[in-house]
């Protein structure tokens, strides 16, 4: 009888376990942000995902320097600027979200490409852009960190960018350790430089920033617009000419 008791004991805990965990299933991870934007295709068949400015999250961060090559001076909301006299000598610009030197973060670069015979770039010129661009971006490649992403053309506000997401290894000071993590970067023309934005992340968080890096893409090149009709300085009105004193009376 005690057997029998324990066993039907047993099975009712068994039932309730199993009707508690069919009650209430695992929430589901929330999908990666997807930023809004459409395809093309070029005349070659390239196709490239179109990207707007007005999908992408705003740039609030203002940097307090002038920075050389005509390159905007902003950055992504909460996020930090890189101290300028920390940065090496190729990069231009530098943002970081928690500390500076570890992931997340975004690095312009640019660097000399004279005569490279690429028309300007515009959605008009797309497949000479691409054709030259992923020329070279593959001859830069280090066999080290072999890629994640295979390269693609993207017009990403007004501008062509060349895309791809490669391993990467961080180096945080006084660590002494290599940090496996991805690198996107971006890449494009602006007056004989190749110019690159770089977001560095931990393994699997692209996602997590790609957007403020397409951003700050974006907003690279943007010049204040000036108003169509600048206000006219007010006119002064004619300052009358200062009254001669009266002619004293000679003395007699």
Known sequence: MRGHLRLSVSSFSLILAVLSGC?????????????????KQ???????????????????????????????????????????????????LGFFLHEAGTPPQIVIRT??????????????????FYDAMSKKMLAELAPTEPLIEELKLMMIGNRPWVRYV????????GTGKGLKGERQVLKTLEAGK??????????????????QAYSVAANLFQKEEMPANPPKPEDK??????????????AK
Do not use: C
């Not at 999908?31 to 395809?39: L, R, V």
């Not at 005569?115 to 497949?127: K, R």
């Not at 992340?201 to 790609?210: A, Q």
């Open 42 to 92: 070029t005349a070659k068949g390239h196709s490239y995902k179109v990207v707007e400015t007005k999908d992408l999250p705003a740039l609030t961060l203002d940097v307090g320097h002038a920075i050389p090559g005509g390159i905007n001076q902003k950055g992504p909301t909460n996020w930090k600027e890189v101290p300028p006299t920390t940065l090496p000598g190729d990069q231009v």
């Open 23 to 39: 009650g209430s299933p695992p929430e589901p991870e929330p999908a990666a942000p997807t930023p809004k934007g459409h395809f």
């Open 111 to 128: 660097a000399p490409w004279p005569n490279h015979g690429i028309p300007l770039p515009i959605e008009e010129n797309l497949d000479t």
């Open 194 to 211: 190749l110019v690159s934005v770089e977001l560095q992340v931990g393994l699997d968080k692209i996602l997590e920033t790609r957007d």
């Open 166 to 173: 490669r391993h990467h290894t961080f180096s945080p000071k």
């Open 237 to 250: 009105p004619a300052e009358k000419p200062m009254d001669k004193p009266a002619d004293k009376p000679a």
